[in-house]
């Protein structure tokens, strides 16, 4: 399976969009609600508090129930949420590529 190439600047404005993926949960440090990012280089997502931005894990159960629709870039399907190389991914088996969750989301300290 290949991982589907994104120019950079496709990566940087989705990055930068206002558009933000809910962690379906509160945070324990502000009751607050919790937000998708990418926290670390290699693709690592968290969800952080979206007053504090403390981070929390993000578990494959979370992840998988998110209920995203990604269209695969090529056949337009909808891909599926699975582990990919220990990072969450959105899958195409028809095509054979995925697209990493963190590519979509803002880095952690553009919140």
């Known amino acids: 399976m290949k991982r589907y190439p994104i120019e950079q600047i496709t990566r ?11 962690g379906n949960s509160k945070s324990m440090c502000c009751g607050e609600d919790t937000l998708l990012v990418q926290s670390m280089e290699g693709g690592f997502v968290t969800r952080n508090c979206s007053k504090c931005g403390k ?3 993000l ?6 129930e ?3 629709w990604v269209s695969c870039p090529q056949c337009r399907n909808r ?3 699975q582990m990919v190389s220990k990072n969450y991914a959105y899958v195409c088996k028809k095509c ?16």
């Not at 940087?12 to 809910?22: G, T």
């Open 55 to 57: 981070k929390t894990t």
């Open 59 to 64: 578990p494959e159960k979370a992840f998988t």
């Open 79 to 81: 891909m599926i949420p």
């Open 66 to 68: 998110l209920d995203l």
């Open 96 to 111: 054979d590529l995925f697209i990493h969750l963190a590519d979509i989301l803002p880095f952690w300290d553009d919140l």
């Open 12 to 22: 940087e404005m989705w990055k930068s969009s206002p558009l933000r993926i809910s």
